[in-house]
Structures are given as structure tokens and as C-alpha cells.
């Protein structure tokens, strides 16, 4: 439902907000693993912190001049949870950062969430489309994505199972990420170890 465009744009915003932590943390990509630590450590860079009230639940609390909260039992929380939260800040605050404020004008379906007519649980549910994309892209940028894809393929059999290790995340999600760009469309998926 989102736009190719926009997917890209997005993939762009995920790819910049993880190398501008990276440079600061003096990781590379290649050195960056997606635990819960080191997501911890990016979010600390982009002005974020975690917060163990969970109260209200999980989620994401902006705090005003580009400082957030993400309210979640660290202990417990998938990586993924963590990035989706950060999605949060990342594209859907309006004005808390610059790369937040671009994504948010952009067009998600055609139309601009400030003109258009659509309902709260309409833009209620691109908002969550977005900062699930950015969650993929984030964990799995397209480049190192695609090019684990490459390297556990075998006579088109894929091996989701393998990419997922690489990356730290479920296997549900690799699929979902192969699906943003089709991949799975000419191969075969295998779920071996």
C-alpha cells in the first residue's frame, strides 16, 4: 500500500539515520550487529532514551526538540521492537527532526496527510505501514539485504533461516522484507538451518 517511491525514500531515511549513529558510535556497518544493545546505543545517539515505565504499554514518547523516549522492558524487547519504536521518531514526528519532518510530508498514497481528507484511523494505519517498512530497512538495509539474499541462495532455493541469523531477526520478518522487493517472486523460499 505504500508507494515504491516512498519505500525507497524510506529505505533512504533508515539507511542515513543508522550510518549517521554508526559514525558516531565508530562502528561500520559491518560491525554493527542488531542486538538490543547496540539499538540501544543508536537510540542514545539520535537523542533518545529508554525508559523502563511501561505503564501505558510500549511505545514511542516524543519529548520535544528531537529528545525521545521509548517506554520498554529493555530486557525483554526484540530488536525489532526497538527499531519500529525508533520508526517512531525517526518518520512520523512532525518537526522533531529534519529527516522526520521530510518523511512525514512525503506522499505515502498520492496525497499529503496535511491536505487530505482521511480519517484518524486511516492515517492511523499508514503511520503504522511507514514505520514497519522503516523497521525492515533498518535492520536489513537494502544493499546488505540483497546481498545476503545472493549469498544463501542455491539453485533458487533461498535460506530465509540463514539471512535471518545474519541479520538477528525472525524469520517472518526476512520474508517480509524479501516482499518489499519482490525477490521471493522467481525463487523458491526454504526455511532450513
Not at 39 to 61: A, F, K, Q, T, W
Not at 87 to 107: F, M, P, V, Y
Not at 160 to 174: E, H, N, R, S
Request: aromatic content about 10%; some cysteine.
Amino acid at each position: 500500500m505504500l508507494s515504491r517511491e516512498y519505500k525507497d525514500y524510506v529505505d533512504e531515511i533508515a539507511e542515513k539515520v543508522k550510518l549517521s549513529a554508526l559514525e558516531l558510535l565508530g562502528m561500520t556497518m559491518a560491525e554493527f550487529k542488531n542486538t538490543p544493545e547496540n539499538i540501544r546505543r543508536v537510540i542514545e545517539c539520535l537523542g533518545g532514551e529508554i525508559n523502563p515505565d511501561i505503564s501505558n504499554g510500549m511505545r514511542y514518547e516524543s519529548l520535544g526538540d528531537g529528545r525521545f523516549n521509548i517506554h520498554c522492558d529493555f530486557a525483554s524487547t526484540p530488536v525489532m521492537d526497538l527499531a519500529h519504536e525508533l520508526g517512531h521518531h525517526c518518520l512520523l514526528e512532525k518537526g522533531n527532526s529534519q529527516a522526520g519532518t521530510i518523511a512525514w510530508r512525503r506522499d505515502l498514497r498520492g496525497t499529503n496527510f496535511f491536505d487530505d481528507d482521511a480519517d484518524g484511523r486511516e492515517k492511523a494505519f499508514y503511520h503504522e505501514l511507514a514505520v514497519r517498512y522503516f523497521e525492515r530497512a533498518f535492520l536489513m538495509p537494502k544493499t546488505e539485504f540483497k546481498k545476503s539474499v545472493e549469498k544463501y541462495t542455491i539453485e533458487n532455493k533461498i535460506n530465509i533461516a540463514k539471512i535471518a541469523k545474519d541479520f538477528g531477526v525472525p524469520c517472518q520478518l526476512v520474508e517480509n522484507r524479501g516482499n518489499d522487493f519482490k525477490l521471493w517472486d522467481y525463487r523458491q523460499e526454504s526455511r532450513q538451518t
